[in-house]
């Protein structure tokens, strides 16, 4: 008796909608897991980059022969030494390989150095004498005259209310801070090639950028994704890919390059800094009537990923809120700061902690709860975006926020018994304080955030999935190929979930990816479970047609094995209007809502957070341990950016390029947190779907923001909120 296709996926162990166990995990527990950076290969050599210390100046020489007599230098490489285009970019080739005539950031790679040993190319390095002529730098965004894009949002024409609130607001550059390195290998391959292996999000787009700069055709630059030590977006843009290749090719040797910490603070893009003035008006009893805001985001040198933050934080730049009337400006403009492009939450992060301070100050000129005055304007199924788009899946926000309420709150903390005093280590600063707990305040306070999912504004997103079934050992076995970078998120558990739901096979590989297979786009975006996901679902599906309705064992012995390849697109999206910035443009939205609980000593500026709660809906989960990490880390993210994480740019130089200086949460930092996940499935998605990874880095942070301001009274404008922000704040 033969199984239908629905029980087959019933009887699948470790299927979708299970905690299945990730292949990795073990390796990376004990440390046996390899990282790019462990990459090796018999008669390999050590590349190094030459940088500028300059934000801002002209190249008059690059005098090379110091590095050249050094014992062990194998190549030392200028602009002049590229061999195709010069220029490279995400969205725009405007970035050099190589310096040409002038740098216009510090850290702008100059001259390439290989050597036998990476320490005599550190010291090569050192040893090329440059001719800079040091110009003025445009540092400051308001004064840039060189706009990347700039994207209206017009709605409505009534902009006079009751109540009228206005705020500016200030975001920090926030870094990605992913502890494995930039690292890769470069081997040269007979056919006159290069293979690369890479740490990335995007193997296709490396590719692309990579083989017109080095002079060849795509077919001979192949790429395998090599074992990454996180992402958040800075390994979208390349980094040192073309000059490992670049070197390869030039010495006929595999060329392997590793970042120091330091110079890793230099070789990626970082998150916008944000300078937003916003203006809400609103009737007495807290209906938003119309939202005015100026946007201004410094994307650094180059343009990178910079026109989509734009149009992301144009987009969705008032938050999920109906509001009838509607006049916003986001403008990104380029400066001789440090490049800025791809980080968790694209855009959207910078607009959602304006907007949900402003949301505070309405509900406080109202009279009414944070909470109260969220609901009331809050967005549902059919609502539209300020773009005109209609919300056509479920958005239950004001059900996610009364769960959240209703959460119980922690209580405060206890006195230890035959103690006058609260515990020291409990409280902000720990027993290292110099106070005994009497400045400590308590406060609340609540964010919500909305993201966009997938890539948006008319791109061409797919992702392509190329399934193979065959008895191994007369057991059926299936093979998972595709480009789709695992970044740590779990991607690769989540397609052998999917083929074990679709096909009813137990034994699933998920091979290696590289560019053999076509493109899966990048690991940005929440989108890979989707896009990705679908790919993989959809080529199961067109392998299981091919089962004939038998089981799989039976299938593969009468019919041998079954390969299928399947693209999969999501739904058309278009671009903004430039003028009125109406439009279709975003495939899916996902909403996270934010409680955060804070103490706060007024008289140190220190601030523990005590408790972080999330309610997010998540279409469906696929992977439920999988999904509540994801809402972890990407909360503690959002910590970060509202506490303590900000690369210090002072005149276009970086001030603290170091795990020592520029500080990131660690377990220590982190509260407990309590979480609850909806599932409303999108009726468009994969399983029904909802990219999960960046909504929880939208809200945290205003919520911690709104705890904190709630704590001592202050306004409070600006994140990250520093202790002298709160301790040596003047009431005049």
């Known amino acids: 008796?033969?199984?239908?296709?629905d029980a087959i996926r019933q009887d699948a162990v470790q299927g979708v909608g299970e905690s299945a166990?990730?292949?990795?995990?073990?390796?990376?527990?004990?440390?046996?897991?390899?990282?790019?950076?462990?990459?090796?290969?018999?008669?390999?050599?050590?590349?190094?980059?030459?940088?500028?210390?300059?934000?801002?100046?002209?190249?008059?020489?690059?005098?090379?022969?110091?590095?050249?007599?050094?014992?062990?230098?194998?190549?030392?490489?200028?602009?002049?030494?590229?061999?195709?285009?010069?220029?490279?970019?995400?969205?725009?080739r405007d970035q050099p390989v190589l310096a040409i005539d002038q740098v216009r950031h510090q850290g702008e790679p100059v001259a390439l150095v290989a050597a036998d040993h990476p320490e005599t190319a550190r010291?090569?390095?050192?040893?090329?004498?440059?001719?800079?002529?040091?110009?003025?730098?445009?540092?400051d965004p308001r004064e840039s005259r060189r706009f990347v894009r700039h994207q209206p949002v017009r709605r409505g024409d009534t902009f006079e209310a009751e109540v009228v609130v206005t705020g500016e607001y200030e975001v920090g550059m926030q870094d990605q801070a992913f502890l494995g390195p930039e690292s890769g290998l470069a081997v040269p391959a007979e056919d006159g090639g290069v293979d690369l292996f890479i740490a990335t999000q995007w193997l296709?787009?490396?590719?692309?950028?990579?083989?017109?700069?080095?002079?060849?055709p795509p077919e001979k630059v192949r790429l395998t994704l090599a074992g990454v030590g996180g992402a958040f977006g800075a390994r979208e843009d390349l980094s040192m890919q073309v000059h490992a290749c670049m070197l390869a090719l030039r010495l006929n040797r595999p060329v392997k390059i590793v970042y120091g910490r330091e110079e890793s603070f230099f070789g990626h893009v970082h998150r916008h800094p944000a300078r937003m003035r916003y203006e809400h008006g609103a009737t007495r009893d807290g209906r938003l009537v119309y939202v005015k805001a100026d946007i201004l985001l410094d994307g650094g040198a180059y343009c990178s990923s910079s026109p989509a933050v734009v149009g992301n934080a144009a987009s969705l730049g008032v938050g999920p809120y109906e509001v009838p009337n509607v006049r916003v400006d986001a403008t990104g403009v380029?400066?001789?700061n440090p490049p800025c492009g791809a980080m968790r939450g694209f855009g959207a992060v910078q607009a959602c902690y304006a907007y949900e301070s402003q949301m505070d100050r309405l509900a406080e000129a109202c009279g009414l709860s944070p909470v109260e005055i969220r609901v009331r304007n809050a967005v549902s199924q059919g609502s539209r975006l300020i773009t005109g788009q209609v919300i056509d899946s479920p958005a239950p926000l004001a059900e996610m926020l009364r769960e959240l309420e209703a959460m119980p709150l922690p209580m405060p903390l206890p006195m230890p018994p035959g103690t006058r005093e609260r515990d020291l280590r409990m409280l902000p600063g720990g027993v290292s304080q110099t106070t005994r707990g009497e400045s400590v305040r308590r406060g609340v306070g609540y964010g919500v955030g909305i993201k966009n999912i997938c890539f948006s504004e008319g791109f061409d997103d797919f992702s392509t999935a190329r399934v193979r079934a065959e008895l191994v050992n007369g057991e059926p076995h299936v093979t998972v190929h595709t480009a789709a970078a695992e970044v740590g998120q779990g991607l690769v558990t989540v397609q052998a979930q999917i083929a074990r739901t679709e096909l009813g096979v137990a034994n699933v590989t998920v091979a290696p990816a590289d560019t053999s297979v076509g493109s899966a786009g990048s690991s940005s975006a929440s989108r890979q479970s989707y896009v990705t996901g679908?790919?993989?679902k959809a080529a199961c599906e067109a392998v299981r047609a091919r089962f004939k309705g038998l089981p799989p064992r039976e299938a593969?012995?009468?019919?041998?094995?079954i390969e299928e390849t399947r693209e999969y697109r999501h739904r058309p999206t278009y671009p903004l209007d430039p003028r009125t910035g109406q439009g279709d443009s975003h495939t899916q939205l996902a909403l996270c809502v934010h409680r955060a609980v804070v103490d706060v000593d007024v008289e140190l500026g220190l601030v523990k957070v005590v408790e972080l709660a999330a309610v997010q809906d998540v279409g469906r989960m696929l992977n439920p341990q999988a999904l509540e990490g994801q809402i972890h880390g990407g909360s503690a993210q959002g910590l970060g950016l509202a506490l303590m994480e900000e690369i210090q740019v002072r005149e276009g130089r970086v001030r603290n390029p170091s795990f020592t200086d520029y500080l990131i949460p660690t377990i220590l930092d982190m509260p407990p947190m309590k979480t609850k996940i909806l599932e409303n499935p999108d009726p468009a998605a994969p399983y029904g779907l909802r990219g999960a990874g960046e909504p929880p880095t939208l809200s945290s942070t205003p919520a911690i923001a709104a705890a904190v301001r709630a704590a001592t009274g202050l306004r409070l404008t600006r994140v990250p909120i520093r202790p002298e922000d709160i301790a040596l704040f003047d009431e005049s």
């Not at 008796?1 to 296709?5: E, G, I, N, S």
């Not at 001719?131 to 730098?137: H, W």
């Open 21 to 92: 166990r990730r292949p990795d995990a073990a390796l990376k527990v004990t440390g046996e897991f390899a990282y790019a950076s462990d990459l090796w290969l018999e008669g390999m050599v050590w590349g190094a980059t030459l940088r500028s210390p300059h934000p801002s100046a002209w190249i008059r020489s690059i005098d090379v022969g110091p590095a050249l007599r050094i014992a062990g230098v194998r190549a030392v490489l200028t602009h002049e030494d590229v061999p195709g285009e010069k220029y490279y970019g995400l969205e725009h």
């Open 123 to 139: 010291r090569a390095v050192a040893a090329i004498v440059v001719g800079y002529e040091p110009r003025p730098a445009v540092t």
């Open 334 to 336: 380029y400066t001789n």
């Open 1 to 5: 008796m033969t199984q239908t296709a």
């Open 204 to 216: 296709h787009v490396d590719r692309d950028q990579l083989a017109p700069c080095l002079g060849l």
């Open 534 to 536: 679908g790919a993989v």
């Open 556 to 561: 593969l012995e009468r019919f041998g094995p």
